[in-house]
């Protein structure tokens, strides 16, 4: 699976749009982008993942660029309980494996 | 969505004593559950890909004999540390995949996890 590089951490004012990139420039045709959350003391859960358009659901937005190479995250009304350990994650969708490698991801810390 | 309860959530032993953790997926069937395993501070490291009716694949640096992993039926995996030590003392992960209804888009649901202190 393609390498992931997120920053270590990020701030967010509540109520705002928190933005989390994501770079993936190794990304290959068949790999799509997942991202996963995880709050402090629980099981990671999903959020949202893609191939190449943008996709919304009632948690977030994922924007991919055009290239693929990189993605953001966008959480547009952030609250104090979506402060996590954002993890963005590159992966081959279905199949017979569907196990994950997490990185470091990205600690948002949503402020009041 | 899917669900996948761990039990039990937090358990102290001492050492050289053995744990058990069980991983059930409530409302889908799961031939195959992954257990993860997270020390403070740090990201969750893939140990195992537990499979129904066969034996589990563990990752390179992970002790089968010390981390036994039985995956009986389609809704429920364990995993067993045995001689627990202080250093196994951890936060283990266990996931699966949905698959409901033919889905296949590689989404895997995670158990809230059980924290492990070994005295």
């Known amino acids: 699976d393609a390498k992931t590089t997120q920053p270590p951490s990020m701030d967010c004012a509540e109520g705002r749009a928190a933005n989390l990139p994501c770079n993936h420039s190794t990304i290959s045709g068949n790999e799509y982008v997942y991202w996963y959350r995880q709050i402090h003391s629980q099981g990671p859960q999903y959020i949202i993942h893609?191939?190449?358009n943008n996709e919304t659901n009632e948690m977030a937005s994922l924007i991919i660029t055009e290239d693929r190479k990189s993605s953001t995250l966008i959480l547009p009304h952030a609250t104090l309980r979506d402060t996590a350990v954002y993890y963005c994650?590159?992966?081959?969708?279905?199949?017979?494996?569907?196990?994950?490698?997490f990185g470091k991801g990205t600690l948002l810390t949503v402020n009041p | 969505g899917a669900v996948v309860s761990q039990h039990p959530s937090w358990v102290i032993c001492k050492s050289g004593t053995s744990v058990k953790i069980e991983c059930r997926s409530l409302?889908?069937?799961?031939?195959?559950m992954f257990w993860y395993r997270q020390f403070p501070k740090q990201s969750l490291m893939l140990m195992a890909t537990s499979n129904e009716g066969s034996k589990a694949t563990y990752e390179q640096g992970v002790e089968k004999d010390k981390f036994l992993i039985n995956h009986a039926s389609l809704t429920l995996s364990t995993l067993t540390v045995t001689s627990a030590h202080p250093e196994d003392s951890s936060f283990y992960i266990c996931?699966?995949?949905?698959?409901?209804?033919?889905?296949?888009?590689?989404?895997?649901?995670f158990g809230e996890g059980s924290r492990l202190t070994v005295l």
């Open positions: 994650i590159v992966r081959v969708s279905g199949g017979s494996n569907y196990k994950l490698t």
């Open positions: 893609g191939l190449k």
């Open positions: 409302d889908f069937q799961a031939t195959t």
């Open positions: 996931s699966a995949p949905s698959g409901a209804g033919g889905s296949n888009t590689g989404e895997l649901f």
